[in-house]
T-cell receptor, first 116, second 115 residues
Framework: DVKVTQSSRYLVKRTGEKVFLECVQD?????MFWYRQDPGLGLRLIYF???????EKGDIPEGYSVSREKKERFSLILESASTNQTSMYLC???????????????FGDGTRLSIL | AQSVTQPDIHITVSEGASLELRCNYS??????LFWYVQSPGQGLQLLLKYFSGDTLVQGIKGFEAEFKRSQSSFNLRKPSVHWSDAAEYFC?????????????FGAGTRLAVHP
């Protein structure tokens, strides 16, 4: 079974802090994703990565950056945390694909982040 | 713009009753279609997926979904709901030409089950 592990289930930080959320997958997947989940909005893609050191902006990248130094690890960084970044953050991974691939994404359990 | 609509924010059913959760998408061509379930405090688990072929797909936990091209719909069904099915359900699409398996999610439907 694919295992996607997020380092923290709950995290509380202060406004202005630099925050790191870590995600590790154990299935040698090429693609990794970071989403935020808010009530009534579903999941929105922040950033994704299709290879080591490669990244692409998703739909809501502002205020975030990412790092992928190793294939199995994908980090989300809040450069200067703000209260509107309080949310549930979900990491996902999937195998490499062509434009017509059919592999679903596998999700971690999420990190509930509160910014005070 | 591509979008996914789940018209029902909350649904409550009695245990043993049938269930249908609605999903409509807006896209020029038939995308890949998915249903995920999220139990409280958990990540998302894939219930089923549609890529091509038979328009009625079977998933885990007794769920099925039917793709209707004419209605741009992919509704999720279960004939008899169990209390453990209480969760939030997300419909998602992956455009064929999107590359990198990007998913577009609906806002979700929260299901409550009465005993």
């Amino acid at each position: 079974d694919v295992k996607v592990t997020q380092s923290s289930r709950y995290l509380v930080k202060r406004t202005g802090e630099k925050v790191f959320l870590e995600c590790v997958q154990d299935m040698d997947h090429e693609n990794m994703f970071w989403y935020r989940q808010d009530p009534g909005l579903g999941l929105r893609l922040i950033y994704f990565s299709y290879d080591v050191k490669m990244k692409e902006k998703g739909d809501i990248p502002e205020g975030y950056s990412v790092s992928r130094e190793k294939k199995e690890r994908f980090s989300l960084i809040l450069e200067s945390a703000s209260t509107n970044q309080t949310s549930m953050y979900l990491c996902a991974s999937s195998p490499s694909l062509t434009a017509y691939s059919n592999q679903p994404q596998h999700f971690g359990d999420g990190t509930r982040l509160s910014i005070l | 713009a591509q979008s996914v609509t789940q018209p029902d924010i909350h649904i409550t059913v009695s245990e043993g009753a049938s269930l249908e959760l609605r999903c409509n998408y807006s896209y020029g061509a038939t995308p890949y279609l998915f249903w995920y379930v999220q139990s409280p405090g958990q990540g998302l688990q894939l219930l089923l997926k549609y890529f091509s072929g038979d328009t009625l797909v079977q998933g885990i936990k007794g769920f099925e979904a039917e793709f209707k091209r004419s209605q741009s719909s992919f509704n999720l069904r279960k004939p008899s709901v169990h209390w453990s099915d209480a969760a939030e359900y997300f419909c998602a699409v992956a455009p064929l030409s999107g590359g990198y398996n990007k998913l577009i999610f609906g806002a979700g439907t929260r299901l409550a089950v009465h005993p």
